[in-house]
Nanobody
Framework: QVQLVESGGGLVQPGGSLRLSCVASGFTFGNYDMRWYRQAPGEERELVATISWRRGTNYGDYVKGRFLITRDNAKNTVSLQMNSLKPEDTAVYYC?????????WGKGTLVTVSP
């Protein structure tokens, strides 16, 4: 059974930091590209960051220089270190695993950036 379980969300003040984690099971984690998406209320889901199975990374322009995506294949985990958070980073953050046409999704973790 495939599972992606996110954790680490919460309430943080502007300028603060959070670290999200996603633990995967039920598939060969090391063979998949991993992504973090986010969806703010009333908005479409948008891509935040990608780390390929070869560990190449890409970021949305709105998080470049502030967020860092990493993966630990031994622990089947992908993480997102988020620094210098802004109120506009408030969203539900989703973990995604992708290989070809196969996509798996987690249920999301809420990040709220507010004074």
């Amino acid at each position: 059974q495939v599972q992606l379980v996110e954790s680490g969300g919460g309430l943080v003040q502007p300028g603060g930091s959070l670290r999200l984690s996603c633990v995967a099971s039920g598939f060969t984690f090391g063979n998949y590209d991993m992504r973090w998406y986010r969806q703010a209320p009333g908005e479409e889901r948008e891509l935040v960051a990608t780390i390929s199975w070869r560990r190449g990374t890409n970021y949305g322009d709105y998080v470049k220089g502030r967020f860092l995506i990493t993966r630990d294949n031994a622990k089947n985990t992908v993480s997102l270190q988020m620094n210098s958070l802004k109120p506009e980073d408030t969203a539900v953050y989703y973990c995604n695993a992708q290989q070809g046409a196969i996509n798996y999704w987690g249920k999301g973790t809420l990040v709220t950036v507010s004074p």
